[in-house]
């Protein structure tokens, strides 16, 4: 099947920084991108879809200048957390659709800002 | 809107035990619709998926699922369960989104006793 990652996997940060989180699409091209909120016993909530030398589409109530995107190439998206608060900290995760119209989704990355 | 429900919010059975995970969603036209499990401590995997062709769908780990266009339906079913398929499992629809992205349940968390 086809493989995302990320990273880092895990990372802590003091408020009021920023935070960069790295999506790739191993083995595959991906045009598209999505990156999701998990919060804990909650399903997946879509925060913005990440489209390659495009902008990035954002859902509802969903800050774009807070949550910047950026898909320079057809394997990876990258998402940076500005100014981040502690009610960022959340399961960030990322997924890469095939030419195939199916999503895999990336492990995760946890952040916990301070 | 489009929607996607899932009735069992928590269910618990004992080893050998069939299972069967509802899911309905709400569009009316083409479906593209998916089954992820995601195992404690992993990230999404895709299970199975239905996007034409034969109703019944069999998928991975011997899940299978089916597509009832009339009832708007795509259960998720298991003859008999074992204790590795504890886990938080998703149904999505990718319903009339031109972007692909995926309309996500609310989880069904099944809990297998050994």
């Known amino acids: 099947g086809a493989v995302v990652s990320q990273h880092p996997s895990r990372v802590i940060c003091k408020s009021g920084t920023s935070v960069k989180i790295e999506c790739r699409s191993l083995?595959?091209?991906?045009?598209?991108m999505f990156w999701y909120r998990q919060f804990p016993k909650k399903s997946l909530m879509l925060m913005a879809t990440?489209?390659?030398?495009?902008?990035?589409?954002?859902e509802q109530g969903v800050e774009k200048d807070k949550f910047l995107i950026n898909h320079a190439s057809l394997t990876l998206s990258t998402l940076t957390v500005t100014s981040a608060h502690p009610e960022d900290s959340s399961f960030y995760i990322c997924?890469?659709?095939?030419?195939?119209?199916?999503?895999?989704f990336g492990p995760g990355t946890r952040l916990l800002v301070l | 809107a489009q929607s996607v429900s899932q009735h069992n919010h928590h269910v618990i059975l004992s080893e050998a035990a069939s299972l069967e995970l509802g899911c309905n969603y709400s569009y009316g036209g083409t479906v593209n619709l998916f089954w992820y499990v995601q195992y404690p401590g992993q990230h999404l995997q895709l299970l199975l998926k239905?996007?034409?062709?034969?109703?019944l769908v069999k998928g991975i780990k011997g899940f299978e699922a089916e597509f009832i266009k009339s009832k708007f339906s795509f259960n998720l079913r298991k003859p008999s369960v074992q204790w590795s398929d504890t886990a938080e499992y998703f149904c999505?629809?990718?319903?009339?989104?031109?972007?692909?992205?995926?309309?996500f349940g609310q989880g069904t968390t099944l809990q297998v006793k050994p």
């Open positions: 239905y996007f034409s062709g034969d109703p």
């Open positions: 997924s890469a659709k095939t030419a195939q119209e199916t999503q895999y």
């Open positions: 990440s489209n390659e030398g495009s902008k990035a589409t954002y």
């Open positions: 999505a629809n990718r319903g009339s989104s031109n972007t692909g992205k995926l309309i």
């Open positions: 083995d595959f091209q991906a045009t598209t």
